[in-house]
């Protein structure tokens, strides 16, 4: 087998390992899993570090289990957090389970044949018909409250300001633990990867593991992967508009995209062995192509071209570049029309907007009329016609005279019309 540690290493992907770990992945194919917990419908790039660990593992010969955690999201996982998580109702958590289902099932191939093919799970299969007395007598007992109490996720829950935890947050490293013996029994999972915050309840995994079989069929074992930060200490991972999702229908193509674009020199430096899967070689040629030149950004353009491509399409990568050019690139009036509303809205976000009705349009509006009267975009129609005569107006890019007229053939997306008045000032009209 090749060294996948010395891989995940080399790209900042390793914080704690247990010893052994990097022995067993080296003497065979080794069953692997990493949980995700059904908060949402959907996952954002936060998630992204796990999904690629995966990936990796699959890469590398290993046989890796997605868990979905219909159980354990009915419990809430108290790691990181100050207070206690709201219950979700079992109608959103099943919708959330099949929405994190479909987003895991992007990234690896379920249907597959492969020895090593992916594995897709839900632990409220096995959980669902564990009585409460079975659980506390064989799970349970095999686990002091001393060693539950040790760990930091409990630690600082029970020594902060806050309300405590409740018995059921408490049990959640129990159940996460159990996860991993029934992995361990029904697949011959052997190692539990996840976050760092998560190393208390994957150590949990590996002593029930042990604790509830004999020999070598004690075997456990985990790494975790360090928590993602940005170089100025903020938290990674959130755009001005939230969390920035794995689902165009909660962040766009084009914010996705816009979002590595915008990382920092230090950032992208890290991110891109992080988050992508290019060879040492080429990611080293890179970052000095980079340092010689900065403001090309070389580095931050291919982040988010291998990004979008991994977590969208090619396709979707092009379109989102060919966005991006209509406000920092040259770009004509069919490029516009080629986006769709929602990107059209994305790209010109924060821009000064205006509505007329559909009427109005109809019969055709004097240039002039809409730069002033309808729009307020420019101060007077005096200013309207010297910026016209001074060839700075643009309409859906094209510059246009004092004797334009505005109509229904100039509608971008048949509700939209793009006023520009120089490089840099943009006005967006909306037909109504």
């Not at 289902?101 to 299969?125: C, G, M, Q, T």
């Not at 766009?252 to 890290?270: C, G, H, P, R």
């Not at 040492?280 to 890179?286: E, M, S, V």
């Not at 009705?357 to 975009?377: H, M, P, Q, W, Y």
Request: aromatic share 10%; with cysteine.
């Amino acid at each position: 087998m090749k060294n996948i540690i010395s891989e995940l290493q080399w790209r900042g992907l390793v914080h704690d390992i247990m010893p052994g770990t990097e022995e067993q992945l080296l003497k065979e194919m080794t069953t692997t899993y990493i949980g995700f917990d059904p908060t949402s419908d959907s996952l954002h790039i936060g998630s992204l570090v796990p999904i690629i660990l995966l990936v990796h593992l699959k890469n590398f010969g290993h046989k890796p289990i997605a868990l979905v955690g219909g159980a354990t999201g009915m419990i809430g996982d108290p790691s990181g957090k100050s207070d206690e998580r709201n219950l979700l109702d079992e109608a959103t958590l099943n919708y959330n389970v099949e929405g994190i289902k479909s987003v895991l099932s992007r990234f690896l191939d379920f249907n597959s044949s492969e020895i090593n093919a992916p594995v897709l799970v839900n632990n409220y299969d096995w959980m669902k018909n564990l009585s409460f007395i079975n659980f506390a007598r064989d799970v349970g007992k095999r686990i002091t409250v001393n060693y539950m109490m040790a760990k930091d996720s409990v630690k600082k829950r029970l020594s902060g300001e806050g309300e405590g935890m409740s018995f059921t947050e408490f049990t959640y490293q129990l159940i996460q633990g159990y996860d991993f013996y029934h992995l361990h029994k029904e697949y011959n999972c052997l190692l539990q990867m996840g976050g760092s915050d998560q190393w208390g309840n994957i150590t949990t995994g590996t002593e029930l593991v042990r604790r509830m079989n004999v020999g070598e069929e004690a075997k456990a074992y985990a790494m975790t992967c360090p928590l993602i930060t940005k170089a100025d200490g903020t938290k990674f991972g959130k755009s001005e508009g939230g969390n920035v999702w794995l689902t165009a229908d909660k962040t766009s193509v084009y914010k996705f995209y816009q979002f590595w674009l915008n990382t920092t020199d230090v950032d992208a430096e890290k991110y891109i062995k992080i988050f992508t899967f290019l060879d040492a070689a080429t990611i080293d040629a890179l970052i000095v192509e980079h340092k010689t030149a900065p403001h090309l950004r070389v580095l931050q353009r291919r982040l988010a071209e291998e990004l979008t491509v991994f977590v969208h399409s090619k396709e979707d990568l092009e379109n989102a570049i060919k966005a991006s050019n209509i406000l920092f690139g040259n770009s004509t009036s069919d490029d516009l029309k080629q986006l769709n509303e929602a990107t059209f809205l994305d790209v010109f976000d924060g821009v000064p907007q205006a509505e007329i009705s559909r009427a109005e349009i109809e019969s055709g509006i004097n240039i002039v009329d809409v730069l002033n009267e309808k729009t307020g975009f420019l101060k007077s129609n005096g200013e309207a016609r010297r910026a016209l005569t001074a060839n700075s107006i643009s309409v859906n890019k094209e510059k246009v005279t004092e004797e334009f007229s505005l109509s229904n053939k100039d509608l971008i997306n048949n509700q939209f019309v793009l006023l520009q008045s120089g490089k840099k000032n943009y006005f967006v009209l909306r037909v109504k």
